[in-house]
């Protein structure tokens, strides 16, 4: 995970400088955008990384909330293809699953680095899915002082047994506690990651100094955003355009204007503003997630790869038949 958010950190830099290209997402539905959350979607996802990087590639990723219930199978499954930047051929086909599922993790985990209060002990945690793994992760990673993880999910089991296993595997204290309102009072951290259908966070939970990270669609009341002394995000034209979550729903409503979004996180990360600024701000992040995020991490394990002679080389073609 630390290898995963020190690419983070450069690929957001290389964002803010605008060494990059990164066309809208691509989502395939079954209907209209609500969809997602039952039926679920396949979104195309491709993007440039600049820089020393210099790397091209597309994340195709399927989302089906029906899997682990219904089929045993993770809820999100992906490819990645890396391309040359110069010959635009492809250089690699590789699984995206566990790729996608740490640099979302890793996202939560930069944001925190340079928003959440520095002294953080407890964190809170809605959902206990893949995806709430790597949030913990990536904020243990970044946070030493964490003790302790609060999770709520709405099948009890499910958050008990996602509760020992985080616990044995990270050597932190993970309990299963019995509502969203438990898991985000009197917390340092908070962290959205669920195929809710409705909102779940209401601003009267959220303390003093709170460091909240909104991963999943419309999980917060608007209140909640408006409460925020501070508005985060990864890129505000792209959750604009997504349209899926709460902010670019507030948007769409002109209950959120372009000005009130504080910065983009390669803003506070190149120190063009200022992160968190006092022990009392309470601030909010709001990534979408970008392909940039996923082709930077590939791209290191392809070097990798390559490195020490891992994985399978196909044949493209023996030779061109047309040129």
């Known amino acids: 995970m630390k290898d995963v958010i020190d690419d983070l950190e450069k690929v957001f830099i290389l964002h803010n400088k605008k060494d990059y290209v990164l066309p809208y997402k691509v989502s395939l539905r079954w209907g209209d955008k609500h969809t997602e959350e039952t039926r679920g979607r396949i979104n195309a996802m491709p993007g440039y990384v600049g ?55 890793g996202v939560t985990g930069t944001a925190t680095k340079y928003l959440a209060r520095p002294d953080s002990k407890i964190a809170g945690i809605i959902g206990a899915g893949t995806q709430n793994r790597t949030q913990i992760m990536a904020i243990k990673t970044v946070m030493p002082k964490l003790s302790k993880v609060k999770v709520y999910d709405l099948y009890l089991e499910r958050s008990k047994r996602f509760a020992v296993e985080v616990s044995e595997e990270l050597g932190i204290e993970v309990v299963p506690v019995l509502s969203a309102e438990e898991a985000i009072r ?100 709001n990534g979408v997630g970008m392909a940039l995020e996923d082709i930077i991490v590939a791209n290191r394990i392809y070097s990798k790869a390559l490195e020490n002679g891992v994985g399978t080389v196909l044949e493209l073609w023996d030779k061109p038949i047309w040129i």
């Open 51 to 105: 820089g020393d990087t210099n790397i091209a590639g597309i994340k195709w990723i399927g989302s089906g909330p029906q899997n682990p219930m219904k089929y045993d199978l993770p809820r999100a499954s992906a490819l990645i293809i890396l391309n040359d930047a110069e010959k635009m051929l492809p250089l690699a086909i590789m699984d995206g699953t566990i790729i996608s599922a740490m640099r979302t993790g």
């Open 186 to 285: 009197d917390t340092d951290i908070i962290v959205t990651a669920t195929t809710a259908k409705e909102p779940i966070v209401k601003a009267e939970w959220i303390g003093e100094g709170c460091f909240y990270s909104h991963v999943g669609g419309h999980e917060a009341e608007f209140d909640v955003i408006s409460k925020a002394n501070k508005i985060v995000v990864d890129d505000w034209e792209q959750i604009k355009h997504r349209g899926t979550q709460t902010l670019a729903i507030m948007h769409e409503k002109n209950e959120m204007k372009d000005e009130n979004i504080y910065a983009e996180i390669g803003d506070i990360i190149t120190q063009k503003k200022k992160g968190r600024e006092n022990e009392t701000e309470f601030i909010y992040f």
